[in-house]
């Protein structure tokens, strides 16, 4: 099996990364901004962010001392709606 589908195939296996995902569906969010809308501290946050990022569903882009999270492009973004993410709208804190 191809490993970048096992990685993504994974990265989408987890509760939280897919919080994470449905509220990036909304649109693209600081990395501070996670914590409260996925229930969890800002070092597990990273930790999700990065294997999102590593499985190429995710990019990232530095803004002075801020770190930006976006899905990687519509292709996904479609792929995720299909798979039945949701897009969460919610007030998440700083979001």
Request: with cysteine; proline share 0%; hydrophobic share 35%.
């Amino acid at each position: 099996m191809d490993t970048t589908l096992v990685k993504r195939l994974k990265a989408l296996a987890d509760e939280t990364r897919l919080r994470l995902l449905g509220i990036m569906l909304a649109r693209e969010r600081c990395a501070c901004d996670f914590s409260e809308g996925v229930g969890k501290d800002q070092s597990t946050v990273s930790r999700h962010l990065k294997v999102l990022e590593e499985a190429g569903i995710i990019v990232s882009r530095r803004e002075g001392r801020f770190i930006i999270y976006r899905i990687k492009d519509q292709r996904t973004e479609r792929l995720l709606k299909t798979l039945g993410v949701e897009r969460l709208d919610g007030d998440c804190g700083g979001c």
